[in-house]
């Protein structure tokens, strides 16, 4: 065979390789090396050196929501210490105001001895925070309302409880987005376990206190064949871009070991794809997060994504922050991949 020949069969083999690769929608990373395995991070996020962002003094901080409002992050996160949701301020997203209470514990309602794991969003002049309302052994959801973001009126009955067999004893992690297309709120939420929840469902209202559940099971479950989550999938981040939903989410390798990372749908409750990179966020060797990491939240600022999560290493829970540069998470599957 002539050299011309041989280079003409490798180009061939070459470019069918490719072809096979984009019609099953996986990336080459699926064969590669984490890019940052001793740090904990691939798919082009870079943890910030010098996490946490939030804790130490504060004492175990985990599962946040935040919003940009003007040039000023707002972050609502929940305070271990105080059993309560607290508010932070920040200019860069890096360095954090003093925590304020936004919302404490109310144990003549019967359902809120501890309250965590909140969601905020701004829609028709108020701030809206769904949030979870825990007993020793029961979940709940509740929704408050305020004006500023600082003072909250709260209902007193939760607005969402568990009802199905598949969400046992908890329901819990609320996420809420607006959706205009459809003009109803969307609820990703997450049951099944009170310590560690199992899988997420969706439910839909027109008014955020109505719930209406989307299925009788769930909607994103653990893929058994992918180590890292295979135990469980919970507590996730929906972000609607274009005609995608992509939801930022933890998997459970194990009940104590927990790591990040991105699917997308076409329309938020079926077909959801995997990103090949995979996860995004995981513990790291010797760090402070170096036994899981959990509850991802995500905004991107223009030109680039920033990620907060929390952080575990042994019990102690802190806030880090990851950042990924340009819009595009690496899809490669669609017309409008990324975006």
Known sequence: MKRTDKIHTTLRLLIGLS????????????WAAPEHPDTGSNGGWVKYQSNPVLGGKLGTCFDICVLRIGKVYHMWFSWRPKRSIALVTSIDGIHWSKPTIALGPD??????????????IYHHGLYRMWYTGQTNTQSRIGYATSRDGIHWHRRTKPVLSPSLPWEHVAVMCPDVIWDQSSREYKMWYSAGDQYEPNDIGLAVSKNGINWKRFS?????????????????VTACQVIKRGRWY?????????????????A?????????ERLAANPIVFPGKNTWDSDACYK??????????????????N??????????QGKHFGFIRGSAAGK
């Open 107 to 120: 144990r003549a309602t019967g359902w809120q001895y501890d309250l965590n794991r909140p969601v905020v």
């Open 19 to 30: 072809i096979l690769i984009a019609a099953l929608g996986v990336s080459a990373r699926v």
């Open 246 to 262: 992509y939801m930022f989410y933890i998997g459970f390798e194990n009940i104590n070991r927990a790591a990040i990372g991105i």
């Open 296 to 313: 991802p939240f995500a905004i991107f600022d223009g030109k680039k994504w920033m990620l907060w999560y929390n952080g575990r290493h």
């Open 216 to 232: 009788n099971k769930p909607i994103f479950t653990p893929d058994t064949q992918i180590k890292w989550e295979r135990n469980r």
């Open 315 to 324: 019990t102690l829970e802190q806030i880090g922050l990851a950042v990924h």
């Open 264 to 272: 997308r749908s076409p329309n938020g409750a079926s077909g959801w």
